[in-house]
Each structure stands twice: as C-alpha cells, then as structure tokens.
C-alpha cells in the first residue's frame, strides 16, 4: 500500500456505536445493529462503548468485557487514530447522551456526534411509522409502547411526552408508558382498561428488550406491568434494535455525523 493510501485509511473515520448496554441475551441485538451498520456504511472501522459501568461490571464477573467511551478513546488514540464518529444509540438526548457521551473528554481526536433516534421534529414520524406495524389489531387489544423514562432530570422526558401525544393522536388503544419519569404508567394503564378489550401487547421502546422488559414489564412480580393490567391477556415484543425500519434512523443520523469530516 502507497503513502497516499496509508493515510486515507487512517483518516477514514472510526465508528463507534454507544449504547447503554444489557448484560441479557438481548445482546444478540447488538450484533444485529452492527451488521446492519456495516452493510450500509462499509470502509469504517466499528467498535463498541457502553455508557452503564453497571451492566460493564456485571459482564466482567462473566468473563466478557466492555468499554466506556473514556476506554475506547484512549485506544483509539494509542493506535494513531484521528477521526472518530460516535453514534449513540439511545432513544433520547437524556443525561446518558450529555453526561456520558458528549462531555467524556476526547483529547486529540477529531470527534462528531451521531444523534440519538429522536432528536429532531422529523424522528418522530418516522419513529412511528417504524412501530406502526408492530403494534396489535386496535380492535382486539390495546398496544403499549414502553419507554424508559428519567425520574431525576424531567426535562429529558419531554421526547416520549411528545411521542405518546402522537401515538394517541394517530391510533386508537394504543400509548406510551415509562418505567420512570413521565408520561410514567398511570394514565396509560387507566386508558388499557377502559377500553373494553381483552388484550395488551406491549412494544418495546427500548434498543433491547432487555431487563426492564422481561421485568418491569412482563416479570412475575406483582408491580409488573402485566399483573397491573392482569385482566388482559398479555404479549410482548421485541426491542428496536432489531427493527430494520428504526435502524434506518439511526443510520441517518450517523451519516449526517459522518458527512462533517
């Protein structure tokens, strides 16, 4: 390989997909976005940053490591790396994204942000044409979207606030309920069980149907969102990261963050 070459592929940038991440089987998810990644925007480099040192502690005990960004930047830089495109793959511009994403320090590279999937007035429309086809006959059941949510930092709830008011603007029995935060479960579980039919599915607004979906959600406890609407025959399913049509989103993004090198 000529000079010329050598340092193009230097210069190409690095992508880095940063998630939250799961220490479930959900992580199969993973690899499903990554090859999805490579296909359509190949001649890059990717790797992997998770934003929970929780879930990275929990992998470790199982013999599988992960990375926070910090980590993943210092061996980007040992390597000579230059160009980095991050692209976060959370659902909002929450306190992971700002915190744990665009203010690690990134000393001596050249770092874009890939936005994560609402971030913009046109993110929810395709959201939700993404979901639409997920969700349950509206005949025969209510569908709930499930969101995670932020109870510490409101302002951060205000992108599922907003999609819960579309979803409900644009289909009947159908809402968005969180975990934490607001829109939170109240008014979704009171609108689930007037309306008179036998069934709820729940659709994961999440990038994995990881823990909080095979617990919080569908778990045997008796806060699990499936006792709470116990009355209902219940179904989940599966995360976002395997949802070609929500990948979609993420991968424009991604591009537009590429574009500015």
């Known amino acids: ?47 992997w940053a998770y934003t929970s040192r929780m879930i990275i502690a929990k992998l470790k005990k199982r013999g599988i490591v992960r990375h926070t960004l910090a980590e993943v930047y210092e061996r980007l830089r040992k390597e000579g790396k230059t160009n980095v495109a991050v692209q976060s793959l959370h659902v909002v511009p929450g306190s992971e994204f700002h915190e744990k994403l665009v203010l690690v320090p990134a000393k001596g590279l050249n770092v874009k942000y890939g936005l994560p999937l609402l971030s913009g007035e046109a993110d929810f429309e395709k959201l939700f044409a993404a979901l639409a086809p997920k969700c349950a006959s509206e005949r025969d059941a209510v569908t709930l979207l499930c969101g995670h949510g932020n109870d510490h930092r409101p302002e951060f709830n205000t992108a599922l606030i907003k999609m819960d008011q579309l979803v409900r603007e644009r289909r009947k029995n159908t809402f968005l309920a969180t975990v934490e935060g607001q829109p939170g479960t109240d008014r979704a579980f009171a609108d689930a069980r007037a309306a008179g039919v ?53 991968i424009e993004h991604l591009r537009k963050a590429l574009e500015q090198f």
């Open 198 to 250: 036998a069934n709820v599915h729940f659709v994961p607004m999440m990038l994995v149907a990881g823990d909080h979906i095979m617990n919080d959600v569908m778990g045997d406890g008796e806060d699990s969102w499936k006792n709470a609407l116990s009355s209902m025959a219940a179904t989940v399913g599966k995360g976002m990261g395997v949802n070609d049509e929500v990948l979609k989103i993420f």
């Open 1 to 47: 390989m000529d000079s010329s070459a050598q340092a193009t592929a230097s210069d190409s940038p690095v992508i880095v997909l940063c998630a939250f991440g799961t220490s479930t089987k959900a992580m199969a998810t993973f690899d499903t976005i990554e090859e999805a990644i490579r296909k359509r925007v190949p001649g890059h480099e990717i790797c």
